[in-house]
């Protein structure tokens, strides 16, 4: 693809003309002129200088300014956007950038192995119960008591020998009837994993 300075070279070269016969016709240095034709526009200071020289430049070999700026504007563009991404790609590779980036990739491995360090203890882990009510554990005029307690929604609970269903939020109710003097209840649960708990409670019913 033909640049701006491409076009201005070969035709300068079609009429057989120098950087210094430029010169002498449109009063701009050769430096200046050799950059036009390299496309260095770092080389100026300003883009409106730019399109000064090419218009004499282009208007000394007889060429169409219009097209000539048409193609300038084009490469300046590329070269903006080019710049403009190499800046954008410095900041973000940038030492203090990328010790930033690091830290919080760290942080992110350490939270998942964390989580799934927890899940699966979680998972290989016996079911666990907590008992709501009664929170006393003796009685005088009590022949039976409500027993209300929670576990995993999953997991079986079994009381002497009987299936005891739980709730969707793993909450279960079982009538325990209490013989004067001490009284052990045995709930054994069984975890979705098969991990198994046996759980003993001691209740007291005081005679009269």
Do not use: C, H
Not at 53 to 64: E, V
Not at 119 to 140: G, M
């Amino acid at each position: 693809m033909l640049s701006v300075g491409d076009i201005l070279q070969k035709e300068r070269s079609i009429q057989g003309l120098t950087l210094l016969d430029i010169e002498k016709k449109t009063k701009i240095r050769v430096k200046f002129l050799q950059a036009i034709e390299k496309n260095n526009w770092g080389y100026f200071s300003s883009k409106v200088y730019i399109i000064g020289i090419l218009k004499n430049y282009s208007r000394l070999l007889g060429l169409d300014e219009k097209k000539v700026l048409a193609f300038f504007r084009r490469d300046y563009e590329k070269k903006d956007e080019l710049r403009f991404k190499q800046k954008i790609s410095q900041r973000y590779l940038a030492p203090e950038t990328r010790q930033i980036l690091r830290r919080g990739f760290m942080v992110l491995i350490l939270f998942f192995v964390l989580y799934f360090g927890y899940q699966l203890k979680q998972y290989f882990s016996p079911p666990k119960l907590v008992i709501l009510s009664p929170k006393k554990t003796t009685f005088f005029r009590e022949d039976r008591i409500k027993i209300s307690a929670k576990t995993e929604k999953d997991a079986t609970v079994v009381i002497s020998g009987e299936r005891i269903y739980q709730n969707t939020e793993g909450v279960f109710e079982y009538t325990f009837p209490l013989n004067i003097g001490k009284n052990i209840l045995i709930i054994d649960l069984t975890g979705a994993n098969g991990r198994k708990t046996k759980i003993e409670n001691i209740f007291i019913r005081e005679s009269k």
